[in-house]
């Protein structure tokens, strides 16, 4: 009887053994699967997915005045172009005016994207934005909605990074004047 019972309790701590060598498998590839692989072409859901953590990291730099972190998630052709003015070109220009936006006005925004695109290396995104601005020196909030059209470029890392955006603005009712822009003006 002995040997039976030992021969079951080797059987079951086997059988228990591989049932967790199961479980680390299908672990493994299920989160293997969520994200690409050297060499492998993302899926568009993965795409999507990182377009969206790339506007949650832009949106809190934005939001934060963290003009290093905006600057990392930009290429160096990016080009933004704002109603009324010349087109901002290249990093450091945007960089420029982002910082003396920073330094003037406190900006809380938010984005809600409508339609996000991906073909290739390139994808856009449209929607809508709103951004309440209050000046560091004192005086009454701004605040303004709009549209936004922004082309994203993935970067030979895998990463993506904005490379063109453009918007335009219209006043809430109540407000006065040109409103604010989002981030550089």
């Given at each position: 009887?002995?040997?039976?019972?030992?021969?079951?309790?080797?059987?079951?701590?086997?059988?228990?053994?591989?049932?967790?060598?199961?479980?680390?498998?299908?672990?493994?590839?299920?989160?293997?699967?969520?994200?690409?692989?050297?060499?492998?072409?993302?899926?568009?859901?993965?795409?999507?997915?990182?377009?969206?953590?790339?506007?949650?990291?832009?949106?809190?730099?934005?939001?934060?005045?963290?003009?290093?972190?905006?600057?990392?998630?930009?290429?160096?052709?990016?080009?933004?172009?704002?109603?009324?003015?010349?087109?901002?070109?290249?990093?450091?220009?945007?960089?420029?005016?982002?910082?003396?936006?920073?330094?003037?006005?406190?900006?809380?925004?938010?984005?809600?994207?409508?339609?996000?695109?991906?073909?290739?290396?390139?994808?856009?995104?449209?929607?809508?934005y709103t951004v309440a601005a209050t000046p560091k020196a004192g005086g009454?909030?701004?605040?303004?909605?709009?549209?936004?059209?922004?082309?994203?470029?993935?970067?030979?890392?895998?990463?993506?990074?904005?490379?063109h955006d453009t918007f335009n603005s219209v006043p809430e009712s109540g407000?006065?004047?040109?409103?604010?822009?989002?981030?550089?003006?």
């Open positions: 009887m002995r040997e039976v019972r030992l021969d079951f309790a080797v059987g079951a701590m086997g059988a228990i053994a591989l049932a967790l060598c199961a479980v680390v498998f299908f672990t493994s590839v299920a989160v293997a699967q969520s994200k690409p692989q050297p060499g492998s072409k993302p899926t568009l859901e993965q795409d999507l997915a990182a377009i969206t953590e790339f506007n949650r990291k832009y949106l809190k730099a934005i939001n934060d005045g963290d003009i290093a972190t905006l600057s990392s998630l930009t290429d160096e052709d990016h080009i933004m172009i704002t109603p009324g003015r010349p087109p901002l070109i290249g990093k450091a220009a945007n960089d420029a005016a982002n910082g003396r936006a920073f330094q003037q006005v406190k900006i809380d925004e938010t984005w809600t994207p409508v339609e996000t695109v991906v073909s290739g290396d390139l994808a856009y995104q449209r929607g809508t009454n909030t701004t605040k303004t909605s709009g549209h936004f059209l922004r082309i994203y470029r993935r970067q030979p890392n895998g990463e993506w990074r904005m490379t407000t006065r004047g040109q409103g604010a822009a989002p981030a550089a003006q």
